[in-house]
């Protein structure tokens, strides 16, 4: 059984007053969404930078209207100011945390969109620890919901952290199974953390704070919108070390979830069932283009490479381990040769590139790349392209 519990406490670096306040204002400013925010971030470096900067240098990294919105404070932005301090304030287990928190899962920076910004209730180390998503249709038949509870129990038992998303049917009864085992569960929700959604699932979000975590990138106060949970459901597959299926229809959130986890490379695990069951034809579909059939949980710990998961022990918070942002100054070190100013720009050259290649010449980890790109680019030194390809802007 592996250990899921890193031995040394995880705690997130309190955000202060000044800097929690330009979190939330970058983050809620209309317009500036994920990809407005990396910009600017980008630029000028943190959110204090960003509005101590002039209209006229906003505008070298957004357009007009969006560097006019950042003039102004959104609306209703000193109530949410003070309802986050005050919510933070309630209990010891609450925390924003953003990308440079060395309390961050290193895992989600794998991703090629990680959430900037992350709310959190419960013990962060299960953040850290080695998981598996499980997830389904709102509507599964009574096997598909014993078989959601089962799979998370045992899976638990093996020592997997199980990450689902609090939602009605196959969600919930993956959350139930994973208390009923010694590991905790992670609920990656799309609502502010101060909601619950559904309403039904208030007693077992209770029991998750207390044997596991919530996690959201929507502030407080932020509805159960329909665009929010597609979104929210790659955090899911960033999670996991692989996304299992146990029922979904063809045309469903889980399929997107197997997707995402399919190309960060994650492994895809499928339960099949009957040929009648609408519910099951999602994973059959998802059997047919190569995910891995499941009958048994051996056959998901099969798949899951002792190798693998020494790597994920490794990214957590053990006695050897090297934090998220250990990781990243390693990454960083200036090689011998004063001709190459840092290794992943020498790796680069002139040329876009894509991930693997880099991986190839730097020799680095995925994870250990990924953390080095992420800072590259939040520097201004290169441009993430579509497909996971790299160019480089300016030598540093």
């Known amino acids: 059984m592996l250990n899921p519990l890193p031995t040394t406490p995880v705690r997130a670096a309190p955000l202060g007053t000044d800097e929690l306040a330009a979190w939330l204002r970058l983050m809620e400013t209309p317009g500036v969404g994920r990809l407005g925010a990396r910009r600017l971030l980008s630029r000028f470096g943190s959110p204090q930078e960003i509005f101590r900067a002039t209209e006229r240098e906003w505008r070298l990294a957004v357009d007009g209207a969006l560097a006019a919105a950042l003039t102004r404070e959104p609306e209703g932005f000193a109530a949410l100011l003070s309802r986050t301090q005050t919510w933070l304030a309630a209990a010891p287990h609450r925390a924003v945390l953003t990308l440079g928190d060395a309390a961050y899962p290193s895992r989600l920076l794998e991703l090629p969109d990680p959430p900037l910004v992350l709310y959190a209730e419960g013990s962060l180390h299960w953040l850290h620890a080695p998981a598996i998503a499980i997830v389904g249709t709102r509507h599964p038949t009574p096997t598909g919901r014993e078989n959601a509870r089962h799979f998370a129990r045992e899976l638990s038992q ?213 953390v080095a790109l992420l800072d590259l680019e939040l520097t201004g030194a290169i441009e993430r392209l579509p497909g996971q390809i790299f160019q480089r802007l300016a030598r540093v």
């Not at 998303?165 to 994973?178: K, M, P, S, Y």
């Not at 919530?214 to 665009?227: C, D, H, N, T, V």
């Not at 009958?295 to 022990?313: K, M, W």
């Not at 990454?331 to 050259?349: I, K, M, Q, S, T």
């Open 158 to 370: 093996a020592g997997w952290v199980i990450v689902s998303g609090l939602a009605a049917g196959i969600d919930g009864q993956a959350h139930e199974g994973a208390l009923e085992g010694p590991c905790g569960t992670v609920a990656v929700v799309g609502t502010g953390l101060d909601q619950v959604y559904p309403r039904s699932h208030r007693g077992l979000a209770e029991r998750i704070t207390q044997a596991g975590v919530i996690l959201s990138e929507y502030p407080l106060g932020a509805a159960p919108l329909p665009a929010h949970f597609p979104q929210r459901n790659r955090i899911l597959a960033g999670l996991g070390a692989g996304t299992l299926v146990v029922e979904a229809a063809v045309q469903s959130g889980s399929l997107i979830t197997a997707r995402l986890a399919a190309e960060c490379g994650r492994e895809v695990f499928a339960i099949p069932g009957s040929i009648h069951n609408v519910q099951a034809r999602g994973c059959h579909a998802l059997i047919k283009q190569g995910a891995k059939l499941v009958e048994t949980c051996e056959d998901v710990l099969d798949e899951l490479r002792p190798g693998r998961v020494a790597q994920l022990i490794l990214s957590g918070f053990d006695d050897g381990a090297e934090t998220a942002q250990t990781k990243s100054e390693a990454a960083l070190e200036e090689p011998a040769d004063p001709a190459c100013d840092h290794p992943v720009l020498a790796a680069l050259g002139d040329e876009p590139t894509a991930l693997d290649t880099l991986q190839l010449r730097t020799g680095l980890s995925a994870s250990e790349l990924t």
